[in-house]
Every structure is written in structure tokens, then in C-alpha cells.
């Protein structure tokens, strides 16, 4: 992460280990990366034991993340508030089945409202790109204008600051195609984007309370 150094992660079940629809609203499918390996070639470094794809045979099927950015907002507002927003995407055969994964900026907290800055876009289907920056293994990335090749999980990124007056951010997964497959959806922010939590300790020995 090239921004802040206090990143921190701000999506919840990107990498697909949980259950659906766990931190997703639309839900997904899941494949195991050793059990069910709809490619071929290696997993990318990092990941779990599971990974994204989408049921829609034929039709896209949507899945979205809102991120309140409510915490951050002094940040945000002050234009200092970077942002690293990556993700692999794959598919089984070169056909014409993909995922696309976005991130859009909202002036409310909820997702909604007026949309700020430009929708920031990883294309399985399009190796032009300019967010495609490498690839899980020896085959070279996706070629411009035409679906994936078998053998490959490839990596998108996309850095920079959050808009000025931005309050959520939405991801949004459109699966096209039963083998549009994703995995380590993440966006870092120097901030925290859920409210603190109260956590009460007791402890059993001397029955003592605290409160942190």
C-alpha cells in the first residue's frame, strides 16, 4: 500500500472464506482452490481455501459492498485520504464468461446520493485495462478485446485519494457467465469504517468489570 501507513482493511469477507452472503448483499458461490479448481495454474499468493464465482448463466448476477466512510471524514474531506483498491479475477476457459468488479464514491453513507469522482473499473473481459497489472502465473496476462485465457488469475489495482466529500464507497461484482470467479477483493483506507465497539472484561478470578 502505497499511501498511508496505517492502513487499514476495509472489506468484509473479500476473500470469500465466509459464507455467503457474509459482508455481500446478492450473494455468490464458492469454489475451494484445491477441491474444485475450475482453471488451472496456480492460486494467488495469499489466498484461502476458497474463492468467488457467480451462478448467472444467462444473465449477470450483482453482488455489492457498501463502506461507510463516515469515520474518515476529516481525511476525506482534506483530500488526504488514500486509498488502494486491488483484486484477481479469473475464469475457467477463454469464453465469454468474466467478472467485473467496480468502486464507486457516494456523498451519503448509505450508498446512494450523488456520485463522486469516476467509477473505478477491473474488466475480466477487457486486457486493456489500465487497472490489469499482473498475474498469478507464467501465461502473461488476459489479451485487449477478448475473454479470458485459461491458465490465469490476474491482478487488478487501483490507488489514489477518495473524492472530497465521498461518504461510502460501493463495491459492486457483476458475474457474466457461471465461471466469472474472484478472489482477495480489497480496499485499504487509513481510517477505520466501522463505529468503536464496546467490550466489557470480566475477570473470573477476582470478578472484577472493565470497560474498554
Known amino acids: 500500500f502505497g499511501g498511508s501507513a496505517h492502513a487499514i482493511e476495509a472489506v468484509i469477507n473479500g476473500s470469500f472464506e465466509e459464507p455467503s452472503p457474509v459482508g455481500w448483499v446478492g450473494g455468490f458461490g464458492t469454489y475451494n482452490h484445491t477441491t474444485s479448481v475450475y482453471y488451472e495454474g496456480p492460486a494467488p499468493a495469499g489466498a484461502g481455501d476458497l474463492y468467488g464465482w457467480d451462478p448467472g448463466i444467462s444473465a449477470p448476477q450483482v453482488a455489492t459492498q457498501t463502506i461507510s466512510l463516515a469515520a474518515g471524514a476529516a481525511e476525506v474531506d482534506a483530500g488526504t485520504a488514500a486509498y ?84 461510502s464507497a460501493v463495491i459492486t461484482y457483476t458475474g457474466v457467465g457461471n465461471d466469472a470467479y474472484l478472489d482477495l477483493v480489497s480496499l485499504d483506507l487509513p481510517f477505520a469504517t466501522l463505529p468503536p465497539t464496546m467490550e466489557i472484561v470480566i475477570n473470573r478470578d477476582t470478578g472484577a468489570i472493565e470497560i474498554h
Request: glycine share 14%; charged share 10%; hydrophobic share 35%.
Open 84 to 167: 488502494d483498491f486491488n483484486a484477481w479475477l479469473s475464469s475457467w476457459t477463454g469464453d465469454t464468461n468474466y467478472a467485473v468488479l467496480s468502486l464507486d464514491w457516494f456523498d451519503t453513507t448509505t450508498g446512494s446520493g450523488s456520485q463522486l469522482g469516476t467509477t473505478i473499473t477491473f474488466d475480466g473481459n477487457d486486457g486493456s485495462n489500465p487497472n490489469l497489472v499482473g498475474s498469478a502465473d507464467a501465461n502473461g496476462l488476459a489479451d485487449a478485446g477478448v475473454a479470458w485465457t485459461q491458465d490465469n488469475w490476474s491482478f487488478y489495482q487501483s490507488t489514489g485519494n477518495v473524492p472530497s466529500g465521498a461518504r
